[in-house]
């Protein structure tokens, strides 16, 4: 079975600071990563997936299978940031998406 | 271009009745996922289509059916409506086999309630 964590509903951090926001995950097997975001009255919509490593709108997210881990890092937060982020997993080869609970980002100006 | 639409976008049921939702896949999307979200939860997985046919489900149970058009719109439908699913029920669409990475498309999500 396949789990994604994330143990934090709410992170409030002020602008300019870093951003570091948790997902950890649970899968024998090989998975793909993502990380998607809902901006206010928006639709989801992917932010970045692990095999791209790509950095988007300054995110980065590196996957450490040691600790399995995922987590979605920026330098310096920007109140176009605040959101709710999902970590979700895909087993590879396969089509069911995991997603977390969600983390909701507040940047304080 | 245009993206993914989902109708309607809210609806009130009562126990015991059946609901379909639709969902318009994006131009050029062959594969549609669903999505249940209950509040404060993040979506779950409940089934995709390609080419018409199931393509993987989740943990639900057999009163959740689809349906997948040769347009690659599709159908969702409850039978039996149970007040557990009262719900943001998501479609997203995604190109399948066509080197575009899967990347999903998520539509806005139509409001389920169930009295």
């Known amino acids: 079975a396949q789990r994604v964590t994330q143990p934090e509903k709410l992170l409030s951090v002020f602008k300019g600071a870093p951003v570091e926001l948790k997902c950890n995950y649970s899968y024998s097997g090989s998975p793909e990563l993502f990380w998607y975001v809902q901006y206010s009255r928006q639709r989801l919509q992917l932010l970045l997936r692990h095999i791209s490593r790509e950095s988007i709108k300054g995110f980065t997210a590196d996957l450490n299978k040691g600790e399995t881990s995922f987590h979605l890092k920026k330098p310096f937060a920007q109140e176009e940031d605040s959101a709710m982020y999902y970590c979700?997993?895909?087993?590879?080869?396969?089509?069911?998406?995991?997603f977390g609970i969600g983390t909701k980002l507040q940047v304080i100006p | 271009e245009t993206g993914v639409t989902q109708s309607p976008t809210h609806l009130i049921k009562t126990r015991g009745q059946q609901v379909t939702l639709r969902c318009s896949s994006q131009s050029g999307h062959n594969t549609v996922s669903w999505y249940q979200q209950a509040l404060g939860q993040g979506p779950q997985f409940i089934f995709q289509y390609y080419r018409e046919e199931e393509n993987g489900r989740g943990n639900f149970p057999p009163r959740f059916s689809g349906l997948q058009f040769p347009n690659y719109s599709s159908e969702l439908n409850v039978n039996a409506l149970e007040l557990d699913d009262s719900a943001l029920y998501l479609c997203?669409?995604?190109?399948?086999?066509?080197?575009?990475?899967?990347?999903?498309?998520f539509g806005p999500g139509t409001r389920l309630t169930v009295l």
């Open positions: 979700a997993l895909r087993p590879r080869g396969y089509q069911k998406v995991t």
């Open positions: 997203a669409s995604s190109a399948t086999g066509q080197g575009l990475g899967n990347e999903q498309f």
